[in-house]
Every structure is written in C-alpha cells, then in structure tokens.
C-alpha cells in the first residue's frame, strides 16, 4: 500500500512569489492535514480537509491556503512568500478521526 | 498558548536502558494521544496511540502511560536501541480533526 507522496520535495523561491505544494493521501483516505514544522516550534498546524471541505484551520495568515479534488489529493498554496515562511511542509492522511496520521516526506520550502 | 509541551528537549540513555519521554497538557478535552518519531528529513512515524479511556497502551518495546488527573503522558521505550536516536513528538487531539503538537524530544542511545 503506497503511504503518504508529497510532491516536491525541496523548493526554492524568492520573497514575494507564491508557492504549490501537492500532497497524495492513503489510498482510500479522505482526511488530510497539513503542518508546519521550523526549528524549535515543532509541528505547527495549519489546516485538514476531509471530503473535499476544510473542517479545521490553524493560526496562519490567509497567505496560507489549501484545497482538496474529489480524488482526496490535496494542495497547500502560500502567496507573497516570506522569509519566515522556509520550513518543512509535512502532508498528513488518514482514515477518520480519532485514528493515527500518517504522514509524508515533507516539502523544504526556502525562500530566500 | 502551548497546548501540548515536552520540557525536556533532549535525552540521552545507554543502549539496552529504559528511555522515558514526558509529555504535558492543558486541555482537559483532549481524547486521544499519540507518540511519533522524526528523523531529520524525514516526515514524522506513528509510533503508539492511546485514547483517554486507557491509562496505558503496550507495543512491542513501546508503552506509553497516561495519567489523566495529572494531564501527563508518558513514552517508554524498553530496551532502548541505538535505531530509536530520534526525535519525539507527542500530540493530542480532542476528537476533531487538529493534531496539536509538542516541541518535541531529542533522544540519544549511546551504544
């Protein structure tokens, strides 16, 4: 069963642009979720999205946005990139809630 | 407002020792705990689950205690195995769909 794929995986980009990052769940999971992780914050949350709907927002400026297609594939776009906004992107998906997530490999956003 | 903390950022234990990994909570409303591990970049692995209505889940080398009244959980790892040099995330939910995070622990098995 193929887990969690998040495509890319390293990306740099310049103050200003805007940012896609693609996340494909768990065949047959409907849930999935996105984080932020920079060093010393651990995993900040940004949003979850299960069939389709956004159920669940984190503290994030609405530069940070997300979608997700019938198919459950989901993408997180940032706008008018910032300095602050390099990190780790880690997609996560699962079954249902109340179950464990299972995540990907992450995307390494640098803006520079 | 940190929700979910783990106040020790690292921990260093001999091969074949228990590691013990806490973790505290605010959030009386929280039903669900999980514990995952996270190589550098890598994305985090589920480890062990436990839901409020246990006070302790075993798998393998892995137990993890919960201890409601004190809003603490705790990871042991037993025996501790120079594979298991990590870090530790403990995260909590509260039957929604948001995972709120700690900062994570840094463990070392020193072989």
């Known amino acids: 069963k193929a887990g969690v794929t998040q495509t890319p995986r390293y990306l740099i980009k310049t103050r200003g642009q805007q940012v896609t990052l693609s996340c494909s769940p768990i065949s047959g999971h409907r849930s999935v979720s996105w984080y932020q992780q920079t060093p010393g914050q651990g995993l900040q949350f940004l949003f979850e999205?299960?069939?389709?709907?956004?159920?669940n927002k984190g503290n994030f400026p609405g530069r940070f946005s997300g979608r997700q297609f019938s198919n459950s594939r989901s993408e997180m776009n940032v706008s008018t990139l910032e300095l602050g906004d390099s990190a780790l992107y880690l997609c996560a998906s699962r079954a249902s809630p109340g179950t464990e997530a299972f995540f990907g490999q992450g995307t390494r956003l640098t803006v520079v | 407002d940190q929700q979910v903390k783990q106040n020790s950022p690292s921990l260093s234990v001999q091969e074949g020792r228990i590691s013990i990994l806490n973790c505290d909570y605010t959030n009386s409303m929280f039903d669900y705990f999980l514990w995952y591990k996270k190589y550098p970049a890598e994305g985090p692995t589920f480890l062990i689950s436990i839901s409020s209505i246990k006070d302790k889940n075993e798998d393998g080398r892995f137990t993890v205690f919960l201890n409601k009244s004190a809003k603490h959980l705790s990871l042991h790892i037993v025996p501790s195995q120079p594979g298991d040099s990590a870090v530790y995330f403990c995260a909590a939910s509260s039957g929604t769909y948001k995972y709120i995070f700690g900062t994570g622990t840094r463990l070392k098995v020193l072989a």
């Open positions: 999205y299960f069939s389709e709907t956004q159920r």
